[in-house]
């Protein structure tokens, strides 16, 4: 499944979803995990709050979580109808101890959110061990 980290250095979870000018996202398998590639917000796309919210969903819509120091009501609304799970975990939390974290809990008995969600990336041919 595809993950990805609202950060503002590539290193960090520390942005809020409607204000993250990068977004880090990471292959996570059974198998191993890949990092796949920082997506950057093009310039002009904070024109207004509706642009702010798109731009930053298109950047994403493949992935099944994000994580995110917060997201605003409106935002997370729009997020999981795209059925795209939002994390909130602490200001400055390491993305790799969360690509870390997130491989163990998948190797071990996942909790029903994430077990629910790899059920429906398996259903859709999305998922590769």
Not at 46 to 69: H, T
Not at 94 to 100: G, L, T
Request: hydrophobic share 45%; glycine share 8%.
């Amino acid at each position: 499944m595809k993950v990805a980290f609202a950060t503002e250095d590539g290193v960090l979870v520390n942005a809020h979803f409607g204000q993250s000018p990068m977004f880090t996202v990471f292959e996570i398998r059974l198998s191993g995990v890949q990092f796949l590639e920082h997506r950057q917000l093009a310039p002009g796309s904070d024109e207004n709050e509706a642009g702010k919210i798109a731009s930053r969903i298109g950047l994403i819509e493949d992935c099944a979580l994000i994580f995110l120091v917060q997201i605003g009501a409106s935002a997370a609304a729009q997020v999981t109808k795209r059925t795209i799970m939002p994390v909130k975990v602490a200001y400055g939390s390491s993305i790799a101890e969360q690509v870390q974290r997130l491989q163990n809990m998948l190797a071990r008995n996942p909790p029903m959110w994430l077990a629910k969600i790899l059920h429906a990336e398996e259903g859709s041919g999305k998922v590769e061990s």
